[in-house]
């Protein structure tokens, strides 16, 4: 009996044994996975904040001169909110680039063609519009909301000297565009760019100051990261603007593209086309509209007081 008690337990410490043979084998893979993936979200980190700190570093200084001088990007509103960003998130942005189509100082008679390319590709985009009443504009504008592109505000009047002298004509401005395209649209704008940006260095008045405004009256205003060019007087021929696009978008998880659809901007109209066609073979990009969920690139930083 005592030979079979003896084997008996000797089969139990040889259980026992096994059990934690495999538990070790299971758990241990589990461990070094969790340890690996914290180093390389973190790395991921790190990198990701040299890439945005080297691609503001180059990014264009001026778009035209006098008017989209920029003074260096103080930090990026990107930076902090990312900080704040679930790993799933983080991980996603490694391989998908969002790219924000953003055109300025319309409607004119371009918007219509540039919404039927925008149509013809199913992209959306974004239009920063300036206060106007012909039929022309009124239509555009609705077909801007009617097609699923994001009107926002880009002033009323886009007379600089004017918007800029002080806060308050710059509130009584903003306020006139807002209450235009709702009365229009039925759509209450919330999404504004500065004439110039928010780092221009031609406002009289603070710009920190007016920053804050928008952001006290629940609007978010958008900079860019990447330029077109475009905005020059005359017109930049159409390899030089779709060189400019699509030349900086390899430094960005989300670029913002500055583009015009004023009167006169053939060329921006010429260069959509090849530019959405080359970022949709890219394969690792989506067009998107600004909406709530997009993180603004701005050139500056309100100062919370």
Not at 50 to 78: F, H, M
Not at 87 to 104: G, M, R
Not at 192 to 211: H, I, K, W
Not at 244 to 267: P, Q, R, W, Y
Request: glycine residues 6%; charged residues 25%.
């Amino acid at each position: 009996m005592e030979g079979t008690g003896d084997r008996r337990k000797r089969v139990q410490r040889l259980k026992k044994i096994i059990l934690a043979v495999n538990a070790a084998f299971i758990v241990i893979p589990v461990i070094v996975s969790v340890v690996l993936g914290i180093r390389v979200i973190q790395l991921n980190q790190k990198i990701q904040k040299l890439e945005n700190l080297l691609a503001a570093k180059e990014n264009e200084a001026d778009e035209v001169a006098g008017i989209y001088v920029t003074t260096p990007v103080e930090q990026s509103l990107r930076d902090t909110v990312s900080m704040q960003q679930t790993v799933e998130a983080e991980e996603e942005k490694v391989y998908q680039k969002e790219i924000y189509l953003t055109f300025d100082d319309g409607p004119s008679s371009n918007t219509d063609k540039i919404l039927d390319v925008l149509k013809e590709y199913d992209v959306k985009a974004t239009f920063f519009v300036v206060g106007k009443t012909d039929e022309q504009s009124i239509r555009a504008y609705q077909r801007i909301v009617e097609e699923g592109h994001t009107l926002a505000m880009h002033s009323y009047s886009h007379i600089y000297n004017e918007i800029y002298e002080s806060k308050d004509n710059f509130m009584e401005d903003l306020e006139m565009l807002q209450e235009h395209l709702y009365q229009i649209t039925g759509i209450w704008p919330r999404f504004y760019r500065f004439p110039g940006g928010s780092s221009n260095t031609v406002s009289s008045t603070d710009m920190q100051e007016l920053a804050a405004c928008l952001k006290e009256n629940g609007i978010t205003y958008f900079d860019w990261n990447i330029a077109s060019g475009d905005a020059i007087s005359g017109q930049l021929a159409t390899d030089s603007i779709v060189s400019n696009c699509l030349g900086s978008i390899d430094n960005f998880n989300e670029c913002m593209i500055l583009m015009h659809d004023a009167v006169g901007k053939n060329t921006t109209i010429e260069a959509l086309p090849e530019i959405i066609s080359q970022v949709m073979e890219r394969g690792d990009a989506v067009f998107l509209p600004i909406t709530d969920e997009t993180v603004p690139i701005q050139h500056i930083t309100v100062n919370d007081k």
